[in-house]
């Protein structure tokens, strides 16, 4: 695997890689520490908003190959976080996926991981190892509209029912890493029906909220500013932490989901 080319913003800096079969893969570094790091090739839960899913899973990546990404960029930049949150679902690669977190931690790392939540006992092994983060990307509360969007994941309520069976087990301490992500799209999960829930289930569970801003992939638009500000002020008003897009995560090279799968190098003009 080799560093074919990095494109830099003025708040992130992207490293394209060529891997040995000559697919190519992404990775982020950004926040001054953290990169966020790839492990598959194309994503097999192919969320219709999302350009890393856009082609399905191709392969996935080995155990070296998600940790070659970190390897390659601390040799240049200063890394203390791994988000596992590039191209991939974790979980439909857990093996490889496992044994490059134990590798992270070798190094001292802080590891977190963005995930949509299937396989169920895979995400409960996830809950279960020493991490400093785990979102689960819930986007939707029904699940008509999940399955619809999220065509290749799961039911939201299994995954929510999932979560309060676990999170009977963890201490508060645990139980504060764990996060519900939510991505407001505009007219689509942006109701006052949608905020109830949330709050609601956010509260049951006693877990935060990650709300995401869409960074425009086509085919869906992000919710108004003053309907995401109204979500995050509801929700904090009934005693929900809730953590907003950072500007790092909405720049336009390595925003969540527009990470691909061998990039043209023309498409990105900074
Ligand atoms: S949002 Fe995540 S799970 Fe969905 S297609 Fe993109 S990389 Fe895969």
């Known amino acids: 695997m080799k560093l074919q080319q990095t494109i830099e913003s ?33 994503c097999p839960v192919i969320c219709s908003f999302c350009s890393s899913g856009k082609r399905g899973l191709i392969r996935n990546l080995s155990t070296e190959e998600i940790f070659e990404q970190y390897r390659i960029v601390s040799s240049l930049l200063h890394v203390r976080r791994i988000a596992v949150a590039g191209i991939g679902e974790p979980l439909s690669n857990w093996e490889n996926v496992k044994s490059a977190f134990w590798l992270f931690k070798k190094d001292s790392l802080k590891v977190s991981f963005y995930t949509s939540g299937y396989p169920l006992e895979r995400l409960s092994e996830l809950i279960d190892l020493p991490h400093s983060g785990v979102t689960v990307s819930l986007h939707f509360l029904l699940d008509e509209k999940r399955i619809r969007f999220m065509p290749r994941s799961g039911s939201s309520r299994d995954l929510l029912e999932f979560l309060k069976r676990k999170v009977c087990f963890l201490t508060r301490k645990k139980r504060s890493k764990i996060s519900l992500g939510y991505i407001l799209f505009k007219g689509i999960n942006d109701s006052e029906e949608d905020l109830r829930l949330l709050t609601e289930w956010a509260l049951q569970l006693g877990v935060s909220v990650t709300l995401l801003r869409y960074n425009e992939t086509g085919g869906f638009l992000p919710a108004d500013d003053e309907r995401y500000e109204h979500f995050f002020r509801y929700m904090r008003r009934r005693g929900v932490k809730v953590t907003l897009s950072t500007r790092f995560r909405r720049d336009k090279i390595g925003g969540c989901g527009t990470l691909v799968v061998n990039r043209e190098e023309a498409e990105v003009t900074i």
């Not at 708040?11 to 598959?40: M, P, W």
């Open 10 to 42: 003025d708040l992130n800096k992207l490293f394209i890689f060529e891997l040995r079969d000559g697919h190519r893969i992404e990775a982020v570094h950004y926040r001054d520490d953290t990169l966020c790091v790839s492990t598959q090739v194309g």
